[in-house]
């Protein structure tokens, strides 16, 4: 008899949950390893902004139990780096010099917050918001209805940008081409998004007008705890300074293995990555569209979550193409506001 | 350079140890194959050697030990591809990053004392004179060694000043001139005549066949100048838009008019075309020149453009965008002619091309277009032989064809680095460079005058702690982003300070140390295994010998009474001194064994 094959899926977001729960129904028989760098098991990234409302409690954004993982025999190893992968030998190599042998591989390692690289060197500066803890150290160095500036402000910097207007906070965006991605808004329809923003309550500034963001460092004695500099010459001052210029793949361990990368791992239609035994889905991966001619990212929840499912339908015997679930279009609503599909989250 | 004793002769050297000379096939293959970083270094750089001087903060002997091979090593120490870096034993799945080998060479330029003194044994004059073409690497390597060897050397360079590529092609805010004027001057020092400003060949004062009358030896190391067309379809098809459009241009004379402080311009929006150095070059100058937004458009993907990690993020760091999976198919010109942007074609990943590069397939019907107003061209160059007065056999690829002893089809004119193999790197032209003189040298005296053997010292214990495996990488302090756009000359590299360095010199494994166990003295108690951090000690049944008599893959046993012997595992060591420190009966050995290059008795 057949040892039961290894199904190791690398990520524990919407994507890698919802492939591992396909893996168990499809290959009973099967060992599921599910590994994530993050402390916290799959909890729900879109309610990060409730931390901002006063909600520390962890344990009320986690989606799954721990016996949820029990239950179906899912093994999660969490706070573990993978470092590299050999996709010859199908081993996976972790940080603390242990490996692991896979007989499939589903990466669903997601994306993280993405940082122009001239601004690197700013990041101390800065409060991110990829994580829970993240969010924590961002809300405790908020000042009650305090200042906070939002620099380039995709719809996930935006979204959380309402809940500080609920509560009473002053948000700057300085708008730059990263302004609401992941949506792809043309020139000409541009201004009446940037005016709903206005209008929405956000101050905005103009990165290109005042020649790009120069530098963020700490905010003179007396005076708000940071400043953004401007090539021009020109500043401005917030009590927190927040990145948000869309997300960057999470694949450095995949650089070396032997999988086509480009900005992403690129897939097949069904997921597939150059490698027979290894899959991809969710933010990490790059789709190639027949339609569009080009390989292409998709997101939302609703798309990476039928990602996962569908890349294990394939990891397990099917062969079915990527359809997208979500629509991308960036809306504007009967009052002038701007909506986002990617934050309906249910 | 003294004599050098039989093969396997012991010797005692002056501290007491002993000392043998080796070019057994056994030893000279377990240094080819468990020194990875000096057998990827084109001139094969003693890297182990100079990282351990340092560590021991000798750094004017590691700057000498680099020297030996590489004759302008603080030039290299900041421009080098950094081929040993790739296949660094530290860089290898589980055992982290690769150790900043290059970012140490320059390190033992930086730090060493200000009065250092080069120190080079010279060989009696010999009469002979040798003419050299071309003051680029190769060209300044060969000089070099050509002198050392007591040859009279005159060195042709047609431009103003010698440096080839080092001085025109590569911005001075990567290679600061005044480091590239003082390790010139130190490399041709030794009785050099550099003729600047005088072409070769045809319609100038020194015709090759006039060059063959007066020397004993010509060698051709004019380099590889002349740029590729870019192969575009449709109108563009076989017309090179740099001929006709003012903001398209190749991307070398760029840079090399740039250089020769001439005044280049660029518009706001730039395209750069082409994966190398070059093309990121074009791309840094293009914004320090006032480019708003400057774009590098490359056929396959950052992974495999055959550039430094640390180069591409300083490039982005200076707002430079990378765009990959595309080919460049056509221009787009307005009515004034000017550059409007540039039509692609989306490309897919296909498989690898000879020499480890990544093919790019286009996809039919995938074009679009990225609006630009400038068109930077550096997808690669060639060789120009036109300008040869004599007939030689040139290869399939029309570069000059050398056989084994470097000499073309002409007898008495050699060839060598970029001239003959198309563009490689500085550190594979100096390579090459070196073996051109070594060929000439042969041809000319009748003999070989210098050969490499191993040598094998004793060492009393381990160099190495454990503790120096978990060190993280140290990075380069660079310049902020802000300030080296307003010049063009600021160096962004600052140079590790001394103590960084002295960690990161830590890092390095020291693979030219040599573990071996004693199995008659071996009492198999097994401590060593226990203590091993890698499964690096081996029970083994039996060990395949290679061709060359070296010892090849381990038979592991399964079973106790299979146990033939217990084996070092060198390709797995990490040579952390565990093993050594352990044993009760102190039968594990350590040899240094490294490749010298010593005069033949």
């Given amino acids: 008899m057949n040892a039961p094959r290894h199904h190791v899926v ?78 010859a030998r199908r081993t996976l190599f972790l940080a603390h010099n242990e490996t692991l042998h896979f007989d499939t591989l589903l990466v669903a390692s997601g994306a993280s917050p993405y940082m122009p690289a001239e601004l690197v060197e700013y990041r101390p500066q800065m409060h991110g918001f990829g994580s829970f803890r993240d969010a924590i150290a961002a809300a405790d160095a908020l000042p009650k209805d305090g200042h906070v500036i ?63 963001i120069a530098a963020v460092r700490a905010g003179e004695p ?23 210029f869309g997300v960057a793949p999470a694949l450095d361990f995949m650089l070396g293995s032997g999988v086509d990368i480009e900005r992403g791992l690129l897939v097949q239609p069904n997921l597939r990555t150059t490698n027979d035994a290894i899959y991809a889905a969710g933010d990490v991966c790059q789709i190639w569209s027949d339609a569009d001619k080009r390989y292409r990212f998709y997101y939302g929840w609703k798309n990476v979550r039928a990602m996962g499912e569908l890349a294990a339908h394939n990891v397990t015997g099917a062969d079915e193409p990527w359809v997208p679930t979500q629509d991308e279009g960036l809306q504007l609503t009967a009052d002038g506001r701007i909506h986002s599909p990617f934050w309906e989250y249910a | 350079m003294s004599a050098v004793p039989a093969p396997r002769d012991l010797i005692v050297s002056p501290t007491g140890e002993a000392v043998a000379y080796s070019d057994d096939p056994r030893d000279v293959g377990w240094v080819v194959k468990n020194i990875p970083c000096q057998s990827a270094c084109p001139a094969a750089t003693n890297i182990p050697a100079y990282i351990r001087a340092i560590a021991e903060g000798r750094h004017g002997d590691a700057y000498e030990i680099n020297r030996q091979a590489n004759v302008l090593p603080g030039v290299l120490g900041r421009i080098c591809s950094r081929q040993c870096e790739k296949a660094c034993r530290h860089g290898w799945p589980g055992n982290g990053e690769p150790v900043a080998i290059c970012n140490l060479k320059r390190s033992a330029s930086d730090l060493k004392n200000s009065g250092h003194r080069i120190t080079e044994e010279l060989f009696a004059p010999t009469g ?5 073409v071309g003051a680029g690497p190769a060209g300044v390597a060969a000089a070099h060694d050509l002198s050392v060897l007591g040859h009279d050397v005159t060195l042709f360079e047609r431009e103003s000043q010698p440096g080839g590529m080092l001085r025109y092609g590569i911005p001075a805010f990567r290679l600061p001139r005044d480091i590239l004027e003082i ?69 070398l004379p760029f840079l090399m008019a740039l250089h020769r402080d001439e005044k280049k311009t660029v518009r706001r929006r730039v395209a750069v075309v082409g994966a190398g150095f070059s093309a990121l070059d074009c791309a840094r100058v293009a914004a320090r020149l006032g480019a708003q937004e400057v774009v590098i458009h490359i056929r396959t993907a950052e992974e495999y453009i055959p550039v430094t990690k640390e180069e ?79 007939p030689v056999e040139l290869d399939r690829w029309q570069n000059v064809r050398i056989g084994e002893n470097g000499m073309t089809s002409v007898r008495g004119l050699f060839a060598a680095g970029d001239y003959v193999t198309g563009p490689t790197t500085v550190i594979e032209a100096i390579g090459r460079g070196r073996q051109g003189a070594a060929q000439i ?24 702690e454990r503790a120096f495996d978990f060190i993280g990488r140290q990075e380069m302090p660079t310049a902020v982003p802000n300030e080296r756009l307003r010049s063009r000359t600021l160096e962004v590299d600052l140079g590790l300070p001394a103590q960084p360095c002295q960690e990161e010199s830590k890092r390095c494994y020291l693979c030219n140390l040599k573990y071996q166990i004693d199995v008659d003295r071996c009492i198999y108690c097994r401590a060593c295994i226990e203590v091993a951090p890698r499964a690096c000690i081996k029970l083994v049944e039996s060990v395949d010998i290679e061709a060359d008599g070296s010892c090849g893959k381990l038979r592991e046993a399964k079973e106790w009474n299979k146990v033939g012997a217990i084996w070092i595992d060198n390709n797995e060591c990490i040579r952390c001194g565990a093993c050594f420190k352990v044993c009760p009966v102190k039968c594990i050995s350590i040899t240094r064994n490294e490749f010298v290059e010593v005069d033949q008795p």
């Fill in chain 1, 222 to 244: 007396g005076l708000a705890a940071r400043r953004v500099l401007f090539r021009d010459g020109s500043e401005i001052h917030g009590d927190i300074v927040m990145p948000f």
């Fill in chain 2, 312 to 390: 591409i993020f300083e490039a982005k760091r200076e707002g430079i965008r990378i765009r990959g999976l595309r080919t460049p198919v056509g221009i787009e010109l307005d009515a004034d002619g000017r550059l409007t942007g540039v039509r692609f074609v989306q490309n897919r990943l296909g498989g690898w091309r000879e020499g480890g590069r990544r093919l790019a397939i286009p996809i039919p019907g995938s074009e679009f277009f990225e609006p630009c107003d400038t068109l930077l061209i550096a997808i690669g160059q060639k060789t120009v032989n036109d300008f040869l007065d004599v």
């Fill in chain 1, 150 to 212: 939002l620099l380039g402000g995709d719809t996930i910097g935006l979204d959380l940008g309402r809940t500080l207007l609920d509560i009473g906070c002053r948000v700057t965006v300085v708008i730059e081409k990263h302004t609401f991605w992941p949506h792809e808004v043309s020139a000409d329809e541009r201004p009446r998004y940037i005016q709903a923003l206005t209008d929405m309550g956000f101050e905005v500034v103009d990165a290109a007008a005042r020649g790009q």
């Fill in chain 2, 441 to 464: 040298d042969a041809w000319l005296m009748g003999e070989t005058r210098r050969r490499r053997l191993v040598r094998i010292e004793s060492v009393a214990e381990p160099l190495r």
């Fill in chain 2, 128 to 132: 002979k004179r040798i003419a050299i």
């Fill in chain 2, 183 to 251: 390790e010139l001057h130190n490399a041709l020092r030794l009785g050099v005549e550099l003729r600047v400003g005088e072409g070769v060949g045809k319609n100038t004062s020194f015709p090759v066949a006039r060059l063959l009358r007066d020397y004993d030896a010509v060698l051709m190391s004019a380099g590889c100048m002349a740029p590729l067309p870019l192969p575009l379809n449709g109108e563009w098809k076989n017309r090179d838009p740099a001929d006709t459009c003012p903001d398209v241009e190749h991307g």
């Fill in chain 1, 10 to 87: 690398v990520g524990s977001g919407v994507a890698g949950n919802q492939a591992a729960e396909t893996l168990r129904s499809r290959d009973p028989e099967s060992r599921v390893t599910m590994i994530t760098v993050s402390k916290l098991p799959f909890f729900n990234r879109y309610d990060l902004p409730r931390v901002f409302r006063g909600e520390r409690d962890w344990r009320k954004f986690i989606i799954y139990p721990a016996e949820y993982y029990l239950d179906n025999r899912i093994s999660l190893r969490r706070a573990t780096q993978v470092v590299s992968v050999d996709s």
